[in-house]
């Protein structure tokens, strides 16, 4: 099992540009979360998707957007970038009700830069 | 809102001895605390869960504990080894379907 990929794996963007980050899982989770993290802030929440067909803000949802595709793939978009999001970002999926409920499973992340 | 605190950003301790990570939250307990592994250039791997009605949980050289009434969980390396080297996170959820809150972590550093 490949578990949770994020692609692409580094991106240098100008400032105003779009693109979408892509995550996949194959474990066949119900669940799916983007996360940023910067230096001396940690892991904050983006978006998140309990199930296929609804996404929910979190703590940090403003210039993103995001789309659960199909039950494993849940992308991320910045419609116009800012050097304020410049970060690391991270995909995650979990099962709630499987029988590993409560572990969660990450990418390994998208190095984003934007100049 | 619900908060996670790890106090110390960084710990360093001697090949062999038991590293201590400590995991504060406020508010209400939560249902679960998590501890993951996140090494440089990699995302975050899950190691432990504790669930709010449990004292502690071990699995090989790690322990983790949970007290509800100092509001704080403990996470212990036994025999640190230098490949124990690492970021460790604690996480919050308050149960199953909603997502975790981390805290910064703890870089520990195991000197041979």
């Known amino acids: 099992n490949a578990g949770v990929t994020q692609t692409p794996k580094f991106q240098v963007l100008k400032t105003g540009q779009s693109m979408t980050l892509q995550c996949a899982q194959d474990?066949?989770?119900?669940?799916m979360y983007w996360y940023r993290q910067d230096p001396g802030m940690g892991l904050r929440l983006i978006y998140y998707s309990a199930s296929e067909g609804t996404t929910d803000k979190g703590e940090v949802p403003n210039g993103y957007n995001v789309s659960r595709l199909n039950k494993r793939e849940f992308s991320l978009r910045l419609e116009s970038a800012a050097p304020s999001q410049t970060s690391v970002y991270f995909c995650a999926s979990s099962d709630p009700s499987g029988t590993e409920k409560g572990r969660w499973h990450f990418g390994d992340g998208t190095r984003l830069s934007i100049l | 809102s619900q908060k996670i605190e790890q106090n110390s950003e960084a710990l360093n301790i001697q090949e062999g001895k038991t590293a201590t990570l400590t995991c504060n939250y406020t508010n209400y307990s939560p249902a679960y605390l998590q501890w993951y592994r996140q090494d440089p250039g990699r995302g975050p791997v899950f190691l432990l869960l504790i669930r709010e009605n449990e004292k502690e949980k071990r699995k090989e050289r790690l322990k983790v504990t949970f007290d509800t009434t100092l509001k704080q969980s403990l996470f212990h390396i036994t025999a640190s080894q230098p490949a124990d080297s690492a970021t460790y996170l604690c996480a919050r959820s308050n149960s199953g379907n909603t997502p975790l809150v981390f805290g910064k972590g703890t870089r520990l550093s195991v000197i041979a």
């Open positions: 474990m066949n989770h119900n669940s």
